[in-house]
């Protein structure tokens, strides 16, 4: 069964800093890899997207993502914070062959400190 | 208005009344899901919309839980006899390729 791990729950950073949120896998078919982010009190919003291509992915924010096949991996990454990145970020596989429903790993909350 | 829409925002109710939660997708967008959030399980599969029909009801918990969409539009999660454990955010999403677009969710409370 396809899975998604988030390795880490938490992560306090302080503003300016850069931040890597790690992002796993498990399913070696239709990888098609997402990060959303959640803001309090509102729903999921899409950071970015991998459906092919370039391995390096850049979204919104100043965000960007590296699509590593042979480790499996899809981390989220920015070189420099803001207070307002803190929130919950999600990563997310689509899974083609079943009408193109998400999974989610577990979500990391990102404190940003001043 | 251009995004997902869900109704009510919140939504309290006693244990064992029934609740309908209601989606109003993107327009145009065939496709229609339901997620759960919840502290213990995170964010949850429920079930897939394509058109006016479900072909993957596969996330639903149990029996209580039933959706429906009409004119390939609006959608309603009705959850009957409802349990504390019931206590989430009921996402949706509606997508027309591979990106999915969330509504702000309902966050129900069964006291």
């Known amino acids: 069964a396809q899975s998604v791990t988030q390795l880490d729950s938490q992560v306090p950073v302080f503003e300016e800093a850069p931040v890597e949120l790690r992002c796993n896998y498990s399913?070696?078919?239709?990888?098609?890899l997402f990060w959303y982010v959640q803001y309090p009190n509102q729903g999921l919003q899409l950071l970015l997207k991998y459906l092919s291509g370039s391995t390096l992915v850049k979204g919104i924010n100043g965000f960007e993502a590296e699509f590593n096949k042979s480790q499996t991996s899809f981390h989220l990454r920015k070189p420099s914070v803001h207070i307002s990145d803190t929130a919950e970020y999600f990563c997310?596989?689509?899974?083609?062959?079943?009408?193109?429903?998400?999974?989610f790993g577990g979500g990391t909350r990102v404190l940003v400190k001043p | 208005g251009a995004g997902v829409s869900q109704s009510p925002s919140n939504k309290v109710t006693e244990k064992g009344k029934d609740v309908e939660l209601r989606c109003d997708p993107i327009?145009?967008?065939?496709?229609l899901y339901w997620y759960r959030q919840s502290l213990g399980q995170g964010l949850e599969f429920l079930i897939y919309f394509q058109g006016n029909s479900a072909p993957d009801k596969s996330g639903l918990p149990s029996d209580r839980f039933s959706a429906e969409r009409t004119g390939g539009s609006v959608s309603t999660l009705t959850i009957q006899r409802t349990q504390q454990e019931d206590s989430a955010v009921y996402l949706c999403?509606?997508?027309?390729?591979?990106?999915?677009?969330f509504g702000p969710g309902t966050r129900l409370t069964v006291l």
């Open positions: 399913s070696s078919v239709s990888v098609y």
């Open positions: 997310a596989h689509l899974i083609k062959a079943a009408g193109n429903k998400l999974t």
């Open positions: 999403a509606s997508s027309a390729h591979n990106e999915q677009f």
């Open positions: 327009s145009g967008h065939t496709a």
